[in-house]
């Protein structure tokens, strides 16, 4: 710093010895020093601090059950079953009392549909 005050102070005197320079001139030259107010501080403000956070654990679920569509069977055939299927009928035969006597009677019965046996 003195240096620097030396050198502009040696400037100054040799500006105002130089031949052609008025004396007004030099009473007018003055010698600048390069002091003035300070300049406005400098803040600094550190950014935030970061969080850093695991990601949530992944959880898997799993597949969807995917159901096949029910298969489409046709329609079952339904054919009326006959009343009297052929080899079902039986004969039989019995005593039956008519008037105070015994009289013999034969018959055929056959099984119905419906499991109910039917006299023809």
Same mark, same amino acid.
């Given at each position: 710093?003195?240096?620097?005050? &030396?050198?502009? &102070?040696?400037?100054? &005197? ?64 339904? *054919? ?27 018959? *055929?019965?056959? &099984? ?9």
């Amino acid at each position: 710093m003195r240096r620097a005050c &030396l050198a502009v &102070l040696a400037m100054a &005197l040799f500006a105002c010895a130089m031949p052609g320079v008025e004396a007004r001139d030099r009473m007018s030259f003055g010698v600048v020093v390069p002091f003035g107010p300070p300049p406005p501080p400098v803040y600094y403000y550190p950014p935030p601090p970061a969080y850093y956070y695991p990601p949530p654990p992944v959880i898997y679920a799993p597949p969807p059950i995917v159901m096949p569509p029910p298969a489409v069977a046709p329609p079952p055939v339904v *054919t009326p079953a006959p009343s009297v299927v052929p080899g079902t009928c039986r004969e039989f035969q019995g005593n039956a009392t008519i008037g105070g006597s015994n009289e013999p009677f034969y018959g *055929t019965a056959c &099984l119905g549909a419906d499991g109910q046996w039917r006299v023809q």
